[in-house]
């Protein structure tokens, strides 16, 4: 249950201061809302803890963007030990149908993707990723839940989603080892 509130705990801090589908072809440009693109480096980009190494480069196997690249250690106990946080660009979401993004881990593994909407309430998603490869994913907005292990004390339940002002999103490998992983930009598409 630890794992499952690790993106939970980080959610709170993230608020207070500022699955899936797997598919081999990137969403059309025109037909997106970019959530979070890495062109400015990190601008925008945090982890909670430092052992949690983030940088941007270019991987031209999968796009000529740039990709945020995650060296994460095995998890702790810290239940936020490896939450990667990213600001959204565009806070509106509202007509988008999916989260889309590409990724790339080192190995096999479970991902959590997380965000507050509107009402404050933590949403997440979790996703099984194969190694080695750049993929899709695809999270429906219409079959995202919200988190059962966690909620911020101030979210307003039983609400419908409302992701007409999302500050953002964030991810964590929900391995029990440590690894590395390439993202490339947060869409959410129409």
């Known amino acids: 249950m630890a ?15 500022a699955a899936s589908g797997v598919n081999s072809r990137q969403p059309a440009q025109s037909a997106v809302i970019v959530i979070h693109a890495f062109d400015e480096g990190l601008a925008g980009v945090r982890a909670a803890n430092p052992a949690v190494h983030l ?17 994460y250690p095995a998890p702790t106990d810290d239940p936020a030990g ?8 565009k806070q509106d979401w509202t007509g988008g149908r999916a989260i889309s993004f590409q990724i790339k881990p080192d190995h096999s593994l479970r991902m959590s993707l997380s965000f507050l909407d509107r009402n404050r309430v933590a949403y997440t998603a979790w996703t099984e990723l194969k190694g080695g490869l750049w993929q899709l994913v695809r999270i429906p907005l219409d079959e995202i839940r919200p988190n059962p292990f966690f909620q911020p004390p101030d979210a307003r339940t039983g609400r419908p989603i409302d992701v007409s002002d999302v500050k953002g999103i964030a991810f964590a490998p929900q391995d029990e080892t440590s690894g590395r992983l390439a993202i490339g930009k947060f869409v959410v598409t129409k």
């Open 55 to 71: 940088s941007v480069a270019r991987d031209s196997s999968v796009t000529d963007e740039r990709v945020l690249i995650v060296d």
């Open 3 to 17: 794992t499952h509130m690790l993106l939970g705990v980080f959610l709170v801090a993230w608020g207070v201061s």
């Open 82 to 89: 490896r939450d990667v946080q990213c600001a959204a660009e």
